[in-house]
């Protein structure tokens, strides 16, 4: 048969390919079969290309099988096929059978190996191709697949002796080696190394600028990647995104923005990862206008169909707390994959919406997208914040049964879940069971020990956390600082705020401030809480302030309350906080006048004190009181069991505190306005409805004031059941008339 006939058949078989049209290639195979006796190899490997080319692979192997003197471009067509297609086994048995091997050979092996996640195989092979003396075979393409794969795994030791081949064997000044050897240096974080294999290189393109500059940026040296990206004399799109992309993960959005706007002044083109990195700075500092903006330039280009810029700009929404726009976006969306719907469910849980990012979930699942550990590790942190026991153990049985416990995301996420929920033993074994922790492992459970008051706990884990060899950082550290302010442990408390900023180079900010003051003022060491004020840095915030005036209530100590009243309401004039705890210390001494004063002040501008809730959640549905609500369908109940149980109390010898009745009415007026509290009402609900084998697990959203808690003290003694309060500070659990906290907190 002639070669022109061959051609021929050829390119009607690339027409085929290329329509995705197998069954004219069919047609065409069967008559090459009938008309010609013998067919070049030549067609046969094209053949064999074909049917690959159009998902046929039985097909291309048996017209493999029909090749009577396959030659080594006919082994390594088919070798390529089952290489590239992941069938492994089959390419195994294909590259020993083969009786001659050339690079070609060797390459398809190494590469399908790594492209499907068997590093060690490939590395294996890479070495036997060393071994038996077939250095011979090694090129450009053997060392730049080899060099992706230590840059994707991290085998910065491997990478080094491939390098030093690669210098033995005269590759060096090969562009195509450079590019992925800057690459696997520069993301391993030896940027020494990669500048220097950078700048020794005689010739460098785009790419290789690109890559030095990502590595660079990944190493935050700013200054250095702005001096190549300006000496560079071409500069593609990826250029740009890169420089991008660089600064908003370095936090350096205003950087981000102003090379954004250039690259459109320059008419640069702006590609999906250019817009969800700057969407990605816009969410970060907030920046609200900048993003509606980059909104506006998505709809213009008719780019919100592209799932990655969608997921982008739902995220940005959601982190500057505009809920409304992120689900107009999300609903809007064509297509949506599990980081569109991942997206949403952080952002709700963000933002307050537990409640709608548990809704989001199941209608995810109910959409058909399997849930990955991220998604399902922030749809257990959702749980967590809404205290919901029932709901987390759900989602921990799912984490169980699909394996994906094992991810170290989801493990964190259950630790924390049990802590906020009052089972911190619980999140002790689970802690326990977990084969790798990190720093957020050993900070959740510390801080779950530190939320129940168990300072001893608490810093006996955070000594062992010493001892791993991890570093704690400074969310850490405010739960152990908490722990002492809790349990009173002053001394203990001054020497860890020392050990955070001179053994462990933390610089505090508010929170850690905050925990200080709270540390003093609960200790009643108010004076000592004002010279540490005084001292610090910066003014605290609102917390820090709230704090102070809170323990001065406590105390009685009216000038002090003061002070920190005024500082509070310079700070945020609209935070009701300062009014209703001076308004209370002044009811307490009887200062009736001052307190209509401060009532009538709120009025005039419109500041309102947050109205206190408590909720417990029986059979799968959330039940919320407020102070001498009537709203429930059991309210009739509920005050019943009430009455009976201050019957009850006042026999065991309980006294109402008059204190935390604020109100200028008559004794008995006030007693009953104590009686109806909202966690009061929630418990009564509790002990009529919850099984008496479970605890009592109720909710609240302010601090539980000092009446109700020696009231929870009684109730739990008298009715033999446990209670467990979570309010905004900690946790307290009542059983036998006593409480976790030790009365103080």
Request: contains cysteine; aromatic residues 10%; charged residues 20%.
């Amino acid at each position: 048969m002639s070669s022109s006939i061959s051609n021929y058949y050829c390119s009607l078989l690339k027409l085929y390919c290329e329509t995705h049209n197998q069954l004219q290639a069919k047609k065409l195979h069967c008559f090459i079969i009938k008309t010609i006796v013998n067919t070049e190899t030549f067609l046969l490997n094209n053949l064999i290309s074909g049917y690959y080319k159009l998902g046929n692979i039985g097909y291309a192997r048996k017209v493999f099988d029909k090749i009577p003197q396959p030659n080594l471009f006919s082994w390594n067509n088919v070798l390529s096929l089952y290489s590239k297609s992941g069938n492994l086994l089959e390419m195994e048995n294909m590259f020993y059978r083969m009786p001659k091997r050339d690079n070609v050979s060797w390459n398809l092996v190494i590469s399908g190996y790594m492209s499907f996640g068997y590093c060690d195989k490939a590395v294996k092979a890479y070495k036997l191709m060393l071994k038996d003396g077939k250095a011979v075979c090694l090129n450009r393409i053997t060392f730049s697949t080899m060099l992706i794969l230590c840059s994707n795994n991290g085998l910065v030791g491997l990478g080094k002796q491939i390098h030093g081949q690669i210098v033995t064997y005269g590759f060096e000044s090969y562009l195509f080696v450079g590019s992925p050897l800057v690459e696997m240096y520069a993301k391993a974080g030896f940027i020494d190394d990669a500048r220097q294999v950078f700048e020794e290189l005689p010739e460098r393109n785009v790419v290789m600028y690109n890559t030095m500059i990502m590595g660079l940026l990944r190493c935050g040296m700013i200054e250095a990647s702005e001096q190549l990206f300006h000496s560079m004399r071409e500069k593609d799109s990826i250029t740009w995104t890169t420089m991008v992309t660089g600064f908003a993960q370095n936090g350096l959005d205003k950087k981000a923005f102003d090379v954004f706007k250039e690259m459109r002044t320059q008419g640069v083109g702006i590609d999906q990862f250019t817009l969800g990195s700057i969407l990605t700075a816009c969410g970060r500092c907030t920046a609200l206008k900048e993003g509606s903006q980059i909104h506006a330039y998505i709809v213009r280009n008719d780019v919100l169909d592209n799932v990655y810029v969608g997921s982008s700009l739902v995220d940005m929404y959601l982190k500057c707390k505009h809920v409304t726009y992120a689900e107009k976006v999300f609903s809007r969306m064509r297509y949506k994959n599990i980081i569109t719907w991942t997206a949403l469910i952080v952002g709700y849980g963000q933002n307050g919406h537990s409640e709608e990012a548990v809704r989001v979930y199941c209608e995810m699942q109910r959409n058909g997208i399997v849930p990955d550990e991220y998604t399902l590790g922030s749809i257990i942190s959702s749980c967590a914040n809404l205290a919901s026991l029932e709901e987390g153990a759900q989602f921990h049985g799912q984490a169980l049964v699909t394996g994906l416990i094992s991810f170290i995301t989801v493990s964190n996420a259950l630790v924390t879940l049990y802590g906020k929920c009052g089972t911190v033993e619980k999140s002790n074994q689970l802690f326990n069971e977990m084969k790798i922790k990190d720093e957020v492992s050993w900070t959740a459970l510390i801080s779950g020990y530190s939320q129940f008051g168990e300072a001893n706990k608490t810093i006996n884990l955070f000594d062992r956390m010493l001892t791993s060899q991890l570093r704690p950082d400074g969310v850490t550290f405010i739960g152990v600082l908490s722990a002492c302010s809790r349990a009173g442990l002053v001394d203990k408390g001054r020497e860890y705020f020392k050990s955070m900023v001179n053994e462990h180079r933390i610089v505090p900010v508010s929170d850690h401030y905050s925990c200080m003051i709270d540390l003093f003022s609960r200790a009643g060491l108010l004076a000592e809480a004002k010279r540490f004020i005084n001292d610090m840095p910066f003014s605290p915030d609102a917390f820090g302030w709230s704090t102070l005036l809170s323990a001065c209530r406590s105390r009685g100590d009216l000038e002090m309350g003061q002070w920190a009243a005024k500082s509070l309401q310079e700070l945020e004039p609209q935070n009701p906080a300062s009014y209703v705890l001076l308004s209370s210390m002044y009811a307490a001494k009887g200062k009736w006048d001052e307190v209509a004063q401060l009532r009538k002040e709120m009025k005039r501008k419109d500041i309102r004190k947050e109205p206190g809730f408590s909720w417990i959640k029986y059979k799968n549905k959330v039940h919320v009181f407020s102070a001498d609500d009537r709203s429930s369908p059991y309210s009739e109940q509920i005050y019943a069991e009430l009455e009976q149980l201050n019957v009850k109390m006042i026999r065991e010898g309980y006294v109402p505190d008059m204190r935390f009745a604020l109100h200028n009415v008559d004794e008995s007026e006030r007693i009953t306005m104590l009686n109806h509290h909202s966690e009061k009402l929630a418990i009564a609900f509790g002990l009529i409805f919850v099984p008496e084998s479970m605890p009592i697990r109720v909710v609240k959203n302010l601090r539980v004031c000092g009446d109700c808690h020696t009231a929870t003290k009684f109730i739990s003694k008298i009715t033999n059941r446990e209670i467990l309060v979570r309010d905004a500070v900690r946790f307290h659990l009542f059983k036998d008339g006593t409480c976790s906290c030790g009365d103080f907190w």
